[in-house]
Protein backbone atom coordinates (compact mmCIF):
# COMPACT_ATOMS: atom_id res chain seq x y z
CA UNK A 1 0.00 0.00 0.00
CA UNK A 2 1.42 3.41 -1.27
CA UNK A 3 2.21 6.18 1.76
CA UNK A 4 1.14 9.40 2.07
CA UNK A 5 3.37 11.45 -1.10
CA UNK A 6 4.09 14.73 -0.79
CA UNK A 7 5.46 16.94 -3.16
CA UNK A 8 7.72 19.33 -3.78
CA UNK A 9 10.41 17.89 -1.10
CA UNK A 10 11.75 21.07 -0.72
CA UNK A 11 10.80 25.03 -1.69
CA UNK A 12 12.98 28.24 -1.60
CA UNK A 13 10.80 31.40 -2.37
CA UNK A 14 12.18 35.16 -1.79
CA UNK A 15 9.32 37.13 0.11
CA UNK A 16 6.12 38.00 -1.74
CA UNK A 17 6.45 34.63 -3.73
CA UNK A 18 3.87 31.96 -4.16
CA UNK A 19 3.76 28.24 -3.69
CA UNK A 20 1.65 25.18 -3.87
CA UNK A 21 2.26 22.03 -1.70
CA UNK A 22 1.00 19.05 -3.31
CA UNK A 23 -0.21 15.88 -1.06
CA UNK A 24 -1.88 12.45 -2.18
CA UNK A 25 -3.37 10.87 0.88
CA UNK A 26 -3.50 7.11 1.78
CA UNK A 27 -6.16 5.89 -1.03
CA UNK A 28 -9.85 5.35 0.78
CA UNK A 29 -8.85 7.75 3.62
CA UNK A 30 -11.39 9.98 4.32
CA UNK A 31 -9.47 12.59 7.05
CA UNK A 32 -6.87 14.46 5.43
CA UNK A 33 -4.53 17.15 7.65
CA UNK A 34 -2.60 19.84 7.02
CA UNK A 35 0.44 20.81 9.46
CA UNK A 36 3.11 23.52 9.80
CA UNK A 37 6.34 22.12 12.27
CA UNK A 38 8.66 25.10 12.21
CA UNK A 39 12.43 24.14 13.74
CA UNK A 40 12.37 22.58 16.65
CA UNK A 41 8.83 22.79 17.53
CA UNK A 42 6.12 20.03 17.47
CA UNK A 43 3.49 20.09 14.25
CA UNK A 44 0.72 22.92 14.32
CA UNK A 45 -2.26 21.87 12.87
CA UNK A 46 -3.13 24.49 10.06
CA UNK A 47 -6.37 22.76 8.33
CA UNK A 48 -8.06 19.34 8.37
CA UNK A 49 -10.86 17.67 5.69
CA UNK A 50 -13.30 14.92 5.86
CA UNK A 51 -13.62 13.98 2.16
CA UNK A 52 -13.54 17.84 0.36
CA UNK A 53 -14.88 19.68 3.21
CA UNK A 54 -13.14 21.68 5.51
CA UNK A 55 -13.47 20.78 9.24
CA UNK A 56 -11.62 22.76 10.96
CA UNK A 57 -9.24 26.03 9.08
CA UNK A 58 -9.16 27.99 12.08
CA UNK A 59 -5.24 27.87 12.48
CA UNK A 60 -4.81 29.02 8.47
CA UNK A 61 -3.81 32.30 8.33
CA UNK A 62 -7.17 33.53 5.90
CA UNK A 63 -5.13 36.05 3.86
CA UNK A 64 -2.61 34.23 2.71
CA UNK A 65 -2.88 30.27 3.04
CA UNK A 66 -5.61 28.42 1.31
CA UNK A 67 -6.36 24.39 0.95
CA UNK A 68 -8.44 22.67 -0.87
CA UNK A 69 -9.21 19.10 -1.35
CA UNK A 70 -12.03 18.89 -4.26
CA UNK A 71 -12.74 16.03 -4.81
CA UNK A 72 -12.31 13.98 -1.41
CA UNK A 73 -8.79 12.79 -2.55
CA UNK A 74 -5.84 15.09 -3.62
CA UNK A 75 -4.99 17.89 -1.58
CA UNK A 76 -3.43 21.57 -2.21
CA UNK A 77 -1.88 23.47 0.31
CA UNK A 78 -0.82 27.30 -1.58
CA UNK A 79 0.70 30.27 0.34
CA UNK A 80 0.35 33.64 -1.67
CA UNK A 81 3.04 36.45 -0.58
CA UNK A 82 5.12 33.63 1.57
CA UNK A 83 6.85 35.79 4.72
CA UNK A 84 10.18 34.39 5.94
CA UNK A 85 7.90 33.61 9.18
CA UNK A 86 6.53 30.91 6.93
CA UNK A 87 9.63 28.93 7.06
CA UNK A 88 8.97 25.38 7.94
CA UNK A 89 8.15 21.91 7.23
CA UNK A 90 4.86 21.32 5.90
CA UNK A 91 3.13 18.16 6.99
CA UNK A 92 0.26 16.27 5.14
CA UNK A 93 -1.02 13.35 6.92
CA UNK A 94 -4.18 11.08 6.26
CA UNK A 95 -6.63 8.63 8.00
CA UNK A 96 -9.67 6.46 8.31
CA UNK A 97 -12.37 6.81 10.06
CA UNK A 98 -10.55 8.63 13.20
CA UNK A 99 -8.07 5.74 13.57
CA UNK A 100 -4.19 6.21 13.27
CA UNK A 101 -2.47 8.47 11.36
CA UNK A 102 -0.21 8.24 8.61
CA UNK A 103 2.37 11.26 7.44
CA UNK A 104 3.68 12.13 4.23
CA UNK A 105 7.90 12.86 4.18
CA UNK A 106 6.93 16.93 4.07
CA UNK A 107 7.69 19.62 2.38
CA UNK A 108 10.33 22.24 3.34
CA UNK A 109 10.09 25.83 2.77
CA UNK A 110 12.73 28.43 3.18
CA UNK A 111 11.74 31.74 2.71
CA UNK A 112 14.25 34.34 2.07
CA UNK B 1 -4.82 26.64 25.02
CA UNK B 2 -2.24 23.94 24.91
CA UNK B 3 -3.82 19.96 25.14
CA UNK B 4 -0.78 18.16 25.29
CA UNK B 5 2.14 18.32 27.44
CA UNK B 6 5.33 16.52 26.67
CA UNK B 7 7.96 15.57 29.06
CA UNK B 8 10.97 15.56 29.60
CA UNK B 9 11.74 18.28 26.61
CA UNK B 10 15.19 16.76 26.04
CA UNK B 11 17.02 13.65 27.36
CA UNK B 12 20.59 12.09 26.61
CA UNK B 13 21.21 8.41 27.57
CA UNK B 14 23.95 6.10 27.33
CA UNK B 15 23.40 2.92 25.31
CA UNK B 16 21.91 0.16 27.17
CA UNK B 17 19.53 1.90 29.87
CA UNK B 18 16.19 2.45 29.83
CA UNK B 19 14.06 5.62 29.68
CA UNK B 20 10.61 6.54 29.77
CA UNK B 21 9.13 9.45 28.16
CA UNK B 22 5.77 10.75 28.98
CA UNK B 23 2.52 12.90 27.56
CA UNK B 24 -0.11 14.75 29.97
CA UNK B 25 -3.37 16.12 28.71
CA UNK B 26 -4.97 19.07 29.53
CA UNK B 27 -8.38 17.09 28.82
CA UNK B 28 -9.75 13.54 28.34
CA UNK B 29 -8.33 12.63 24.94
CA UNK B 30 -9.89 9.48 22.69
CA UNK B 31 -6.67 8.24 21.58
CA UNK B 32 -2.97 8.89 21.57
CA UNK B 33 -0.33 7.86 18.72
CA UNK B 34 3.56 8.18 18.98
CA UNK B 35 5.84 8.87 16.70
CA UNK B 36 9.80 9.31 16.05
CA UNK B 37 11.01 12.40 13.74
CA UNK B 38 14.19 10.94 12.06
CA UNK B 39 16.81 13.35 11.07
CA UNK B 40 15.52 13.46 7.55
CA UNK B 41 12.45 15.20 9.08
CA UNK B 42 10.10 11.96 8.43
CA UNK B 43 7.38 11.40 11.21
CA UNK B 44 7.75 7.26 11.82
CA UNK B 45 4.67 5.71 14.00
CA UNK B 46 5.26 3.74 16.74
CA UNK B 47 1.95 2.99 18.25
CA UNK B 48 -1.31 4.32 18.39
CA UNK B 49 -3.39 3.40 21.06
CA UNK B 50 -7.24 3.91 22.08
CA UNK B 51 -6.73 2.31 25.52
CA UNK B 52 -4.18 -0.01 27.84
CA UNK B 53 -1.17 -1.01 26.42
CA UNK B 54 1.46 -1.95 23.00
CA UNK B 55 4.60 -3.15 22.82
CA UNK B 56 6.97 -3.63 19.94
CA UNK B 57 10.89 -5.06 20.55
CA UNK B 58 12.33 -2.42 22.74
CA UNK B 59 9.24 0.10 22.99
CA UNK B 60 6.21 -0.17 25.14
CA UNK B 61 3.53 2.29 25.43
CA UNK B 62 0.83 2.96 27.64
CA UNK B 63 -2.98 4.57 27.44
CA UNK B 64 -4.45 5.62 30.80
CA UNK B 65 -7.77 3.90 30.33
CA UNK B 66 -9.63 4.95 33.18
CA UNK B 67 -9.11 8.56 32.82
CA UNK B 68 -7.46 9.24 29.26
CA UNK B 69 -5.41 12.09 30.59
CA UNK B 70 -1.91 11.07 29.98
CA UNK B 71 0.44 8.33 27.99
CA UNK B 72 4.31 6.51 28.18
CA UNK B 73 6.76 5.58 25.84
CA UNK B 74 8.95 3.32 27.80
CA UNK B 75 12.32 2.38 25.96
CA UNK B 76 14.43 -0.59 27.28
CA UNK B 77 18.08 -1.19 26.61
CA UNK B 78 18.30 2.38 24.47
CA UNK B 79 20.69 2.08 21.11
CA UNK B 80 22.05 4.53 18.89
CA UNK B 81 19.25 4.53 16.47
CA UNK B 82 16.86 5.15 18.89
CA UNK B 83 17.78 8.87 18.66
CA UNK B 84 15.53 11.53 17.28
CA UNK B 85 13.23 13.33 18.50
CA UNK B 86 9.60 11.72 20.30
CA UNK B 87 5.83 13.26 19.75
CA UNK B 88 2.87 12.19 20.96
CA UNK B 89 -0.49 13.61 19.58
CA UNK B 90 -3.83 13.54 21.03
CA UNK B 91 -6.91 12.91 19.76
CA UNK B 92 -10.07 14.96 20.90
CA UNK B 93 -13.33 13.39 21.57
CA UNK B 94 -16.36 14.17 18.69
CA UNK B 95 -14.02 15.54 16.05
CA UNK B 96 -11.08 14.48 14.42
CA UNK B 97 -8.32 16.80 15.28
CA UNK B 98 -5.02 15.74 16.33
CA UNK B 99 -2.70 18.00 18.87
CA UNK B 100 0.65 17.73 19.25
CA UNK B 101 3.15 18.02 22.05
CA UNK B 102 6.13 19.55 21.96
CA UNK B 103 8.08 16.61 21.56
CA UNK B 104 11.50 14.91 23.16
CA UNK B 105 14.91 15.16 22.27
CA UNK B 106 16.66 11.85 23.20
CA UNK B 107 19.93 11.55 22.65
CA UNK B 108 21.76 7.87 23.17
CA UNK B 109 25.40 8.32 23.72
CA UNK B 110 27.94 5.19 23.24
Known amino acids: EAGVTQSPRYAVLQEGQAVSFWCDPI?????LYWYQQPRDQGPQLLVY????????NSQLPSDRFSAVRPKGTNSTLKIQSAKQGDTATYLC??????????FGKGTRLTVV | GDQVEQSPSALSLHEGTDSALRCNFT?????VQWFRQNSRGSLISLFYLASGTKENGRLKSAFDSKERRYSTLHIRDAQLEDSGTYFC???????????FGAGTKLTIKP
Open chain 2, 27 to 31: TTMRS
Open chain 1, 49 to 56: FRDEAVID
Open chain 1, 93 to 102: ASSYRNTEVF
Open chain 2, 89 to 99: AAANYGNEKIT
Open chain 1, 27 to 31: SGHDT
